[in-house]
């Protein structure tokens, strides 16, 4: 089974500042992962995704991230905050477990961005 | 433009009443999903079709069914069995495995 742990359901960063989101994940098989926003009401938007290959995956809107094996994580970071960044942040593995390839969601990151 | 059309994006059901959920999509996506959304729970996975005439229970399919009859179509039901159905649900698909999910814009069903 897979599951996955954001910490921190809510993170308040300055515009400008460092932004961290933070995932630690859990698989038996070797596991693709996904980083995904939602704005109020509306449904998901992928950021970036891990299959195979580079560690450090670049998406959209400034947003990176990178797959550590050793420490089951993919955290997301942006040097520098924006306001338009304030929104949900879903961090999700995808692995083919019994039979099925599923995503498996974390609880979500709420992220305000103070001008 | 390829995307995910669900509707309605507002619904609202009486006690006792079944109601059914709009998925379509124009991706020729394969594989297709129903997630519901709760507050502070993320997003969990109610049914979901690798192929056409094939579906699968997820995580939390009690209350709910679906059908797959066509390929750009999935539609969602909720009934009356589902006693806690206030939430907002999301219709997926994806293409191949190592493909992310597309998302539609979600329903919000809310009980009278």
């Known amino acids: 089974a897979q599951s996955v742990t954001q910490l921190g359901s809510h993170v308040s960063v300055s515009e400008g500042a460092l932004v961290l989101l933070r995932c630690n994940y859990s698989?038996?098989?070797?596991?693709?992962l996904f980083w995904y926003v939602q704005y109020p009401n509306q449904g998901l938007q992928l950021l970036l995704k891990?299959?195979?290959?580079?560690?450090l995956v670049k998406g959209i809107n400034g947003f990176e991230a990178e797959f550590k094996k050793s420490e089951t994580s993919f955290h997301l970071t942006k040097p520098s905050a924006h306001m338009s960044d304030a929104a949900e942040y879903f961090c999700?593995?995808?692995?083919?477990?019994?039979?099925?390839?599923?995503?498996?969601f974390g609880s979500g990151t709420r992220l305000q961005v103070q001008p | 433009d390829g995307g995910i059309t669900q509707s309605p994006k507002y619904l609202f059901r009486k006690e006792g009443q079944n109601v059914t959920l709009s998925c379509e999509q124009n991706?020729?996506?394969?594989?297709m999903y129903w997630y519901r959304q709760d507050p502070g729970q993320g997003l969990r996975l109610i049914y979901y079709?690798?192929?056409?005439?094939?579906?699968q229970k997820g995580d939390i399919a009690e209350g709910y069914s679906v059908s797959r009859e066509k390929k750009e179509s999935f539609p969602l039901t909720v009934t009356s069995a589902q006693k806690n159905p206030t939430a907002f649900y999301l219709c997926?698909?994806?293409?191949?495995?190592?493909?992310?999910?597309?998302f539609g814009d979600g329903t919000r069903l809310s009980i009278l």
């Open positions: 997926a698909s994806v293409r191949t495995d190592n493909q992310p999910q597309h």
């Open positions: 999700a593995v995808s692995a083919m477990d019994t039979g099925r390839r599923a995503l498996t």
């Open positions: 991706l020729n996506h394969d594989a």
């Open positions: 079709s690798q192929i056409v005439n094939d579906f």
């Open positions: 891990y299959t195979t290959g580079a560690t």
């Open positions: 698989s038996s098989v070797p596991p693709y």
